[in-house]
T-cell receptor
Framework: GIQVEQSPPDLILQEGANSTLRCNFS?????LQWFHQNPWGQLINLFY???GTKQNGRLSATTVATERYSLLYISSSQTTDSGVYFC???????????????FGQGTILTVHP | GAGVSQTPSNKVTEKGKYVELRCDPI?????LYWYRQSLGQGPEFLIY????????DSGLPNDRFFAVRPEGSVSTLKIQRTERGDSAVYLC????????????FGPGTRLTVL
């Protein structure tokens, strides 16, 4: 199956700092999503970004599908940004898709005041 | 509108018992997914429904696990003869359809098998 690797595994920041999270994947994809899992376990959709660049407030994401990676940028971090960030991909198989998402192991972000 | 809902939020059971976990997808979403998340890991796929049929059940770990979606909306994940290793958070997600497959997740059911 497709492999998804996220880096770094852990990240500790002071409030106000910027950060970049990376997601590498091993095969062509139809779908790529970034999620934030809050301390209560809820997966919150950040971006649906199989290719290109999107921005939403302090967050932005870029996926370079031909090079099989995606980046999530967090600017001016806040304590409420703490949690686990997951990248998940849906593998593309010759024009069809499998539907299911394969998740990376996540990046644990801690933002200190 | 309402998001994906799951019940119960927590379930504690004894080894060997049968459990049912319920998922209500976002209204109008035809695709429904079940995932399982163990501590410190990312969610792992279990089964995918398109409408009423299971389009992909390759993630179900064994035949103790079964899921249904009889009317193409609500789904129930059923686990027979539970084992301690089944303890995890069970997550449900839905998406509009196969072409628009942005998945939205429910809050999960935390299953503890004693």
């Amino acid at each position: 199956g497709i492999q998804v690797e996220q880096s770094p595994p852990d990240l500790i920041l002071q409030e106000g700092a910027n950060s970049t999270l990376r997601c590498n994947f091993s095969d062509s994809v139809n779908n790529l999503q970034w999620f934030h899992q809050n301390p209560w376990g809820q997966l919150i959709n950040l971006f649906y970004i199989p290719s290109g660049t999107k921005q939403n407030g302090r967050l932005s994401a870029t996926t370079v599908a031909t090079e099989r990676y995606s980046l999530l940028y967090i600017s001016s971090s806040q304590t409420t940004d703490s949690g686990v960030y997951f990248c998940a991909v849906e593998r593309n198989a010759g024009g069809t898709s499998y539907g299911k998402l394969t998740f990376g192991q996540g990046t644990i972000l801690t933002v200190h005041p | 509108g309402a998001g994906v809902s799951q019940t119960p939020s927590n379930k504690v059971t004894e080894k060997g018992k049968y459990v049912e976990l319920r998922c209500d997808p976002i209204s109008g979403h035809t695709a429904l997914y079940w995932y399982r998340q163990s501590l410190g890991q990312g969610p792992e796929f279990l089964i995918y429904f398109q409408g009423t049929g299971a389009a992909d059940d390759s993630g179900l770990p064994n035949d103790r696990f079964f899921a249904v979606r009889p009317e193409g909306s609500v789904s129930t994940l059923k686990i027979q003869r539970t084992e301690r290793g089944d303890s995890a958070v069970y997550l449900c997600a839905s998406s509009l359809n196969r072409l628009t497959n942005e998945q939205f997740f429910g809050p999960g059911t935390r299953l503890t098998v004693l």
